[in-house]
């Protein structure tokens, strides 16, 4: 059980403060997380706080909830101080009263009389867990739970702009994900598994009393965007896409991927494409400023990708006409990125249409642009990821073949003698400046 607390109790009390002023009146229940059991009850997951309340509450302890009263200037913490039985499983932790003062709160309360604070009206941010939905049923007395969207909103605007102190944890822990793949990349071996290869990125992990931030994606069937499937052995000629990042105990992450060649060189092929993406990263990075919509930041990369595949011969005919009817996302059908913060895909939770967009800039329900996390102008403060890629996925390639789209500007005839070339991405962290944008993390892979 950790009780991990990344800041001072100022910097608590000013973002409780500054959301009271935002919502202006009402209570705010912000609920942590539980521990979740695997396959029993004491057997549970890797225990991993809300980072809503880590953000306002700062303590990573499982069996805690809050609740900010506006209108009295007071928030409340609600939890149970360790019995006998806890502390000889577990070992001594501090009262709830101690865990709270670190953190500048003040008044404490069992965990049971929440429900006695609990009042018509208040606000809550949409639940993630079955356990959460469960609990504001039985706290408000409804079975039709309505999330605060006010809520969502204010705490996004708050979020969004990352701190300096934030930013010194999103660098470290971009430094640290930094050196998990510069150890995949020095280690991997013809003959080895992707599993072998991935335990060079735990043992850094580890090493700097870090998890990973996400499933790692290890592999040599890069095409497959989120493949966690480490069983494939490595031969001359493949390459490997190592998406992953390391998640610092205070919550902050990062989220970095390279593809690299087993043998230390790509083949011709590999080679053009690579290059053609890393084009596609240097226009986005160039691209990105205070101001720009990420949306077209997007499309600008789908641009330079439409125009070199052209030149390549996987794709034909007109650059315009090619990215309006969307024919660039049968090889980019994934966003360009992403905010990053105390969730790798920062706030997700709270619903991509809020997060990466706005009233005036709606979500794309087409394909390929629907996976676009991340529309709306960027502004001094947000941290994203920029991560462009080109795939060969020959199930989606097969089907736009099938369904006969397409064909004036994709050259099916030649992409299928190419079907077994998997997939590239490139990406690294990046905070936004009034000047651009500057990489995060200390050191290069």
Known sequence: MGSTIAFSAEIYNARRKSLKEKMGSGKILLMGNDEASMNYTDNTYPYRQDSTFLYYIGIAQPGLNAIIDIDKDETILFGDDPTIDTIIWIGKTPKISELAERVGIHLVEPSSQLINFVTDGIHYLPPYRDKHILKLRAWTGTKSLQPSIQLVKDIITQRSIKSPEEIELLDKASSISRAMHRAV??????????????????????EHNCQFAYPAIMTKNGQTLHNHYYGNVLQDGDMVLYDGGAELSSGYCGDLTRTFPVNGTFTSLQQQIYDLVQDMYDGAVAMSKVGVKYLDVHLHAARIMVSGLIDIGWMRGN????????????FFPHGLGHMLGLDVHDMENFGEEYVGYTDTLKKSTEFGLRSLR???????GFVITIEPGIYMIPELISQRG????????????????????????????????????????????
């Open 374 to 380: 991340l529309g709306r102008e960027l502004q001094a």
């Open 319 to 330: 650059v315009d006409d090619a990215l309006a009817v969307g024919a660039f996302t049968v």
């Open 402 to 445: 099938r369904e006969g789209l397409f064909k004036d500007f994709i050259n099916y005839e030649t992409i299928n003698k190419n079907l077994d070339f998997g997939g590239i991405r490139i990406e690294d962290d990046y905070l936004v400046q009034e000047s651009g944008v500057r990489i995060l993390g200390d050191d290069t892979i």
């Open 185 to 206: 990349i020095n280690n991997v071996e013809a003959g080895m598994s992707e599993y072998q290869l991935i335990s060079y990125a735990s043992k850094v992990a580890w």
